[in-house]
């Protein structure tokens, strides 16, 4: 167990958050049914609040966001089709290859290097329409970008790409598992980029801070179909409206908290950057990316770890920070002298 002082300096993830005792009183007053029936009103209701914060017409609570990523594909293409998304997307890289296990699609990569799918790229590689070659299923990507340091999605390149999907007649995919940052960091409700996809996912456990959740918002007819492949998958609940709870709270409470991760994010940005032996990615949300001028990302993470900071290598040379509401403002000052005096070994 991580006691909530060891939290205040775990920077591996926003995951790590623990719910706070009034989400906590929140969830165990719920009113509960058997979800499979349909018979859970909290999960009614966040299902409800989510369609209406997204402009959606329907949404369906799912127990992760790789779930809900993966029936999005599923309900979106069929087996052979080809699924696009980004070169660094968590869909192709943390998700086990459910794309292809589990949808039976092949993935054409697209540069997204700069947060968002180079879309002359995208359009180079498109499937011509000739009877032997896999066909276009969907379009995937991803927002605010998880593995490129909480990039933000340009709105005005989300439009493009939406005419150029359109325009194919394939749908478009959000894994919004961080939307919620991007919409505050960009000052941005989330309709923003939500209008111009088909379906959308967004984690409730990770900086939003609820234990466990997540939520796919798409038209009625997609969700529909979505029900019956998160059944599939064996992510029908029963009395889940005790976590559903936990959203609701966090939508209602724990939004604006995510300015101040934003804030320290920055702030240990500023901290570092001026440093010989490694260049910090600049931040737009909640994730530090520092890249380090030689591979010493894991003995600088090692080191961290006994100071009692705790943050990810991710490569030999990269290093992933991430700010949370349990994290406190002293380990941010730790975190930064810490980083300011380290010298990797020889
Ligand atoms: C965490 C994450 C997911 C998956 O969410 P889980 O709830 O951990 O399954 C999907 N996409 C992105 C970008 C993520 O950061």
Redesign the pocket.
Known sequence: MTTREALASDFRSD?VTYPSDDMKAFMMQAELGDDVFGEDPTVLQLQERVAGLTGKESALFVP????G?LIALMTLASPGQVLYSGSHS??KL??LGSYAQLAGLSLRETDDSQGYLDRAQLASNWSPEIYYIPQPGLVAV?NSH?MLGGLIYPPEELEKLRAFTQEKCVPLHM?G??LFNASVAANKPITTWTNLVDSV?I?L??GLGAPAG?VLAGGSDLIKKALRVRKLLGGGMRQTGILAAAGLYALDHNIPLLKRDHTLCTLVYNGVKDSEILTPVKPQTNILMLDFHQPVASQFAEYMERQNLRLMAISHTRVRIVFHQNISDDACDRLVETTRKWRPAH
């Open positions: 995951t992760t966001g790789c779930m990523n968590h869909i943390y998700e991803e998880n894994d598992a961080r996912m984690s456990s990770k997540s």
